[in-house]
């Protein structure tokens, strides 16, 4: 039987322990635990947990909160006062990191546990540790609060992930070594991407089948004969970071082959617009992108400004401050949408803008697929990097982006070359690309 499974036991096996020594047993995380679920010694600025589904990723993070806040080793020497508790939500905080069946309420002895205060977003130990809640909804809550430790939960699926991330770590000032812990299904957004090479950073990996004895056996047989040995299920369940979809039209390497420090002189210059669809979180995002072509009839992207949450009169002010500033030659915007009235928020910010109107009469990856063959060609270059574009490139295929996701910045991106390198010329207007 697995270490992890005696804890069950305990009471049938020792029926002679008193009720308390039981608990105490029961609860021994270093008796329990797995290798990848113990920190290194000695300790990081950052411990990042990568697992798949149910792999134990949240008793991981909560064990290692409880250890900072009553100072037990090897978590920590001493309790640390002051700890963030940072979620996709705040939901997500209360129902799994603190709530949850291995949230930081079950796995405390009785006379350790913290008390959950819900009206003030926090968690108190009877020691005075506190640990507060904050959502990646709104990084400005974590602007002014400082701390001593931060257990960061999912955060490759956090919004604003870069700004609250940012935010976080302007917090973190707090005793002579300030500790994180990140417990997140990996996937290949920039910043995991950096975590993993940076110096400060230990990295501790796990499978779901790593966590089989604590998950029920039916989940793991339909999983693994479901997904295994599929993109998603090396990204799910065994807790892999996969760089691009295998049926994508663009690949990492035909980025990098294209990638530049420093463009030519650009014959002409384009701002593209793809305006959100809609107010939800899969399609609330603007797509701007910028991209020039030389007198060679070679392709720049110079610039991937996309935005999110934007009202229309602040993409369009972006869009046109975009325009301006690269002196460009037109603002070439999708109207399936928004129809005229697209054009006309944009004029009601700069009516001397000349903007080109493009419907979209074929689907994405059929308006995709020539703009993927300049690139595999050699006929555009990316004048820098753009991570965000470029996951949405090598994520792109012929089923549309992961979870039904919008591309807007591949989509401003096609639009944007299209014009530049496939439309024909002379006419003011495109339809039916």
């Given at each position: ?40 010694q ?5 411990w ?12 991981t ?50 006379w ?12 108190q ?26 257990w ?23 005793g ?64 892999e ?14 980025i ?16 593209a ?7 939800s ?8 992108v ?27 002010e ?7 500033r ?6 070439v ?16 910010v ?28 050699g ?6 990097t ?48």
């Amino acid at each position: 039987m697995p270490a992890a499974s005696w804890a069950k036991v305990i009471p049938e096996i020792l029926p002679d322990l008193e009720p308390e020594l039981v608990e105490v047993v029961q609860e021994a995380w270093g008796l329990w635990s797995r290798g990848d679920q113990k920190p290194l010694q000695p300790p990081k600025s950052i411990w990042l947990v990568l697992g798949g589904r149910g792999a134990g990723k949240t008793r991981t993070g909560a064990e290692w909160v409880k250890g900072m806040a009553l100072g037990h080793p090897p978590f920590a020497d001493m309790r640390t006062e002051r700890i963030a508790l940072v979620g996709e939500t705040q939901g997500q905080v209360r129902d799994v990191m603190i709530e949850g069946v291995s949230g930081l309420l079950a796995i405390h002895t009785r006379w350790e546990r913290p008390t959950w205060q819900p009206s003030l977003r926090r968690l108190q130990w009877p020691n005075g540790a506190i640990a507060q809640v904050f959502s990646a909804e709104d990084p400005e809550g974590l602007r002014g609060p400082q701390f001593g430790a931060a257990w960061s939960d999912e955060l490759a699926k956090w919004p604003n992930l870069q700004e609250c991330w940012d935010m976080l770590q302007f917090g973190l000032r707090l005793g002579d070594h300030p500790r994180q812990v990140i417990t997140t299904t990996p996937r290949p957004v920039p910043l995991v991407k950096r975590l993993l090479v940076e110096p400060h950073v230990v990295v501790s990996r796990a499978k779901t089948r790593d966590n089989r004895f604590h998950l029920a056996a039916e989940f793991v047989r339909t999983v693994t004969e479901t997904y295994g040995g599929t993109r998603l299920g090396r990204q799910e369940l065994d807790g892999e970071i996969v760089e691009e979809s295998p049926d994508a039209l663009w690949t990492r390497a035909m980025i990098e082959v294209a990638r530049e420090r420093r463009h030519p002189p650009l014959a002409r210059i384009a701002v593209a617009v793809d305006p959100p669809a809609s107010s939800s979180q899969r399609a609330d995002r603007c797509g701007l992108v910028v991209a020039g072509a030389d007198s060679d009839g070679i392709g720049h992207v110079l610039e991937d400004a996309t935005l999110a949450g934007a009202r229309p009169h602040e993409w369009a002010e972006k869009a046109v401050a975009l325009y301006r500033r690269h002196e460009a030659d037109a603002l070439v915007v999708e109207v399936n949408q928004g129809g005229e009235m697209v054009e006309s928020i944009i004029r009601e910010v700069d009516a001397g803008v000349p903007v080109v109107s493009v419907r979209a009469t074929r689907g994405k990856y059929l308006r995709a697929e020539p703009v993927a063959a300049l690139y595999a060609q050699g006929r555009v270059r990316h004048a820098g990097t753009f991570p965000e574009l470029e996951d949405e490139m090598c994520a792109f295929g012929p089923r549309g982006l992961e979870g039904g996701r919008s591309p807007d910045r591949l989509d401003a991106l096609v639009w944007a070359l299209t014009h530049l390198m496939l439309a024909p010329k002379g006419r003011p207007r495109v339809r039916g690309m």
